[in-house]
């Protein structure tokens, strides 16, 4: 395939980074996210006069990623994916360890929810769409994600506070 930037180079440049770190929230494998972020990349360059023409084309790459990535967590939960042996692919930004813990200790929809929509900067009707619910079952999935994180990581403040005293 002859390749001519014509906006597509831009794109890549300035959303990688960002779709992979969403994908990575969805996935939890850093191995995994690279790949499906990569795919997601691919398929808005092979229908790049079409992508090029919607209105937001990072928005067509990171809802191509996320969906990607809900796939995946489905197959994985089904067994269809083996899990790597390998150790996952660093990560280049700073986490909060507890906040990480916390957000792993969502059920997989309040997790999904939360991701998409703070994350990765989603707006509820397009969590719905990716995660195939109402816009109202996002909401109360954000509702009871928030809280389960706060009292998780208030927790956590407490158990750190009993530390140093």
Known sequence: MAFRDDGFERLF??????VLSAVRWTVRDGAVAEELTQEA???ALQRWRRVSRHPNPAAWV????????????????????LVPAWA????????DLDLLR???????????AVVLHHLADL???EVADVMNVSNGT???????????????????EVEVDDVTR
């Open 62 to 81: 990171r809802l191509t990623a996320l969906r990607l990535a809900v796939r995946s967590n489905k197959r994985r939960r089904a067994g269809d994916l």
């Open 41 to 43: 990349f691919t398929r």
């Open 102 to 112: 916390a957000i792993d200790d969502l059920s997989e929809q309040q997790r999904l």
């Open 138 to 156: 996002v909401k109360t999935h954000l509702s009871r994600g928030r809280a389960n994180l706060e009292s998780a990581l208030a927790e956590t």
């Open 88 to 95: 996952a692919a660093s990560v280049d930004e700073p986490h």
């Open 13 to 18: 440049r300035a959303e990688y980074s960002s």
């Open 123 to 125: 707006a509820v009707d």
